[in-house]
Nanobody, 126 residues
Framework: QLQLVESGGGLVQPGGSLRLSCTAS????????IGWFRQAPGLEREGVSG????????IYARSVKGRFTISRDDIKNTVYLQMNSLKPEDTAVYFC???????????????????WGQGTQVTVSS
C-alpha cells in the first residue's frame, strides 16, 4: 500500500529557507501528479503547489509564486518543495498528496488527490 512521508519541516526565521521532501514507499509516484498542501491553525487546508508526473508542468498558489519551487526525482521516488523568503504566514502543517490517476495537468484542488502523507510542521518565526 502506498505511503507518503513528508520531511524537512522545522523552525526558521522570516526570510529563511526550507526544503520539504515527500517520499513514497509501498508504491510509486512515477507518472502521477503530486501536490503540496498546507493547513494553518483554524484555517482550511489550501493547495500550495503541484507538479505533473513528467515534471514538465507546475502550478503554484499566488501566495507562494516566486518564492517556492516544486520538483521531483522519480529515481528517488521523491518530490521536493523548496521554500525561500519564508514569511510568518507560511506557518502551517504541510502535506503532500498523490493525484488519483495518471494525468497531464497539475492541480491545487485537494478533491483530486486520494493518497496523503501525515504532514510536517513548518514554523516561521523570529
Amino acid at each position: 500500500q502506498l505511503q507518503l512521508v513528508e520531511s524537512g519541516g522545522g523552525l526558521v526565521q522570516p526570510g529563511g529557507s526550507l526544503r520539504l521532501s515527500c517520499t513514497a514507499s509501498g508504491g510509486t509516484n512515477d507518472a502521477y501528479p503530486i501536490g503540496w498542501f498546507r493547513q494553518a491553525p483554524g484555517l482550511e487546508r489550501e493547495g500550495v503547489s503541484g507538479i505533473t508526473g513528467s515534471g514538465s508542468k507546475t502550478i503554484y498558489a499566488r501566495s507562494v509564486k516566486g518564492r517556492f519551487t516544486i520538483s521531483r526525482d522519480d529515481i528517488k521516488n521523491t518530490v521536493y518543495l523548496q521554500m525561500n523568503s519564508l514569511k510568518p504566514e507560511d506557518t502551517a502543517v504541510y502535506f503532500c498528496a498523490r493525484y488519483h490517476r495518471v494525468w497531464p495537468i497539475p492541480s491545487l484542488s485537494e478533491e483530486d488527490y486520494d493518497s496523503w502523507g501525515q504532514g510536517t510542521q513548518v514554523t516561521v518565526s523570529s
